[in-house]
Structures are given as C-alpha cells and as structure tokens.
C-alpha cells in the first residue's frame, strides 16, 4: 500500500510525465494542410505547383530564393478560373495571405525565364487552412485544466520555435552561398593579378637585358 507522501510523488511524476508524452505527439504533424519545399529552379525554367482548395478557406503563400543571380525570381498565382489573385517580378523573398473563394485547384508558379545562365534555389510555405484544436472538446463550456492549458502553451510556444528554426535555416544558406560566391571571385581574382605580375615581371626582364646588352655594329671596308 502506498503511502500518502509517496502517492503524491508518483501522481505528480505521472502528470509530468504525461505532459511530456504531450507535448511529444504535438509535434507530428496533424491533417491541416502545410507543404514546404525547396527545389532547384534551372535558368529559364518555369516550375508549377497544384493545390485542392475549398471554398472560405484561408492560405498563405511565402517564399525566398536561398541561391542563385540576383536571389529573384516571379511568382504568380491564379484560382481554378485562371484569375490572377498574386503576381511578382524579380522578388527575393514575399508573402501572401488570401481566402479560397471558390472550390477547385488553385496553381502558384515560379519562373526563371528571364535569366539566361543562372539557376536558382527557392523555398516555399504554401498553408492551406487552420490548425486543429489541440483539444477536440476545446469548445466545452467548461474550463481546460491545469494540464491541458500548459500543453496548449507548450504546443504554440513550439510552433514558433519551427518557424523561427526555419527563418535561421534559409538565412544562413543564403549567407553560406553569398560567401562561397564572394571566395570563388575572390579566388579567381588573385588568380587573375598572378598572372598579370608574373607577365609584367617577365616584361621588366627582358626590358632591363636589352637595356645592358652591348650592341656591336660591323663595318666594311670598300676596296680600291
């Protein structure tokens, strides 16, 4: 039998533990409809994506070029009608928050057609609706407890933790590949000013040779 102090222990152990458990489903990713991508975007290429949306729901396109040129591309997106509801040229990065006012397939494209020998890397976050309630009773008129409400902090004090980890992510790959630019020309570069000092040292040599060279003439004498 346990005793009152030890039963307390083990309740509260419980409870921790229980959270955690929690807080670990929370995140695998649920139903709601979340797609991020990052592809490679060769130079005038153009690259299409499809999505089934329903009617009243809320989306959220956002983008950024991670590598390539000038890190810009166009984006364009169009209703199952073909109406045009978001279109830019040459952006590095944006973000665009509409609702679905019909049912059908909506399509969102990225062109690089106006660049001639430079590929791009582009990553997207196409967010289609709302997350679930944590909590499929969240609606009831009674309070959630201690526990649920702590989870509930947990899980949005998590959501935010991705979102920052993914900014920082595309931030240091779009600085990683500025650097590697950068040390490439740079390399080429000191290269370039190498081959330039070893031509004009050359020169000098043979410069200075001709100016210490003795010249000797001949002369000949005419007979009578």
Partial sequence: MLRPGSARRWLAAAGRWSCRLLALL?????????????????DNAKQCFYEDITQGTK?????QVITGGHYDVDCRLEDPDGNVLYKEMK?????????????GTYKFCFSNEFSTFTHKTVY?????????????SENRV??????????VSIHEALKSVID????????????RSRAE????????????????????SIGQVFLLKSFFSDKRTTTTRVGS
């Fill in 59 to 63: 989306c959220t396109l956002e983008f």
């Fill in 142 to 151: 009674s309070a959630l407890t201690q526990m649920e409400s702590a989870c």
């Fill in 181 to 200: 630019d950068l040390n490439t020309r740079v390399a080429y570069w000191s290269v370039g000013e190498a081959l330039i000092l070893l031509v004009v």
């Fill in 164 to 175: 920052y980890q993914t900014h920082f992510r595309l931030r240091e790959a779009q600085g």
């Fill in 124 to 136: 997207f976050d196409f967010q289609v609706g709302e997350d679930p309630p944590l909590f499929p």
């Fill in 26 to 42: 929370l995140l695998v990713p649920g139903p709601g409809g979340a797609s991020e991508i990052t592809f490679e975007l060769p």
């Fill in 91 to 103: 952006k590095q990065y944006d973000s665009f928050t509409f609702t679905a006012s019909k049912n």
